[in-house]
């Protein structure tokens, strides 16, 4: 099993910055992609990012390219989000996923419990 705890969520003003954290414990994720996600109120969740195991590729929507950064450190078992030039928009609970194949080509989600980022306008 795998544990993930976000932090780094709060209050900002729009056209300011926050930075997520993402800790894993439980089993090494090393070999994970890391992922965020965010859930405004009363919508679906939708994808923000997604880093490779090894921290070479990311993937954003066309809605927070160019503002948002995924990284990770796997020697801290950590994922980071680094917002920029944030929106009302972007308002929503955040939450961190970490997901790979396993035998026979099972998916293996594990989800953190969330973080709210509100940004006032």
């Known amino acids: 099993q795998v544990q993930l705890v976000e932090s780094g969520g709060g209050l900002v003003q729009a056209g300011g910055s926050l930075r997520l954290s993402c800790a894993a414990s439980?089993?090494?994720?090393?070999?994970?992609?890391m992922a965020w996600f965010r859930q405004p109120l009363g919508k679906e969740r939708e994808f923000v990012a997604a880093?490779?195991?090894?921290?070479?590729?990311?993937d954003y929507p066309d809605s927070v390219k160019g503002r948002f950064t995924i990284s990770r450190d796997n020697a801290k078992a950590t994922g980071y989000l680094q917002m920029n030039s944030l929106k009302p928009e972007d308002t929503a609970v955040y939450y961190c996923?970490?997901?790979?194949?396993?035998?026979?080509?099972?998916?293996?989600?594990?989800w953190g419990r969330g973080t709210q980022v509100t940004v006032s306008s």
């Open positions: 880093i490779n195991y090894r921290g070479g590729l990311a």
């Open positions: 439980g089993r090494t994720v090393s070999s994970y992609t």
């Open positions: 996923n970490c997901n790979r194949y396993g035998v026979g080509g099972t998916l293996v989600n594990y």
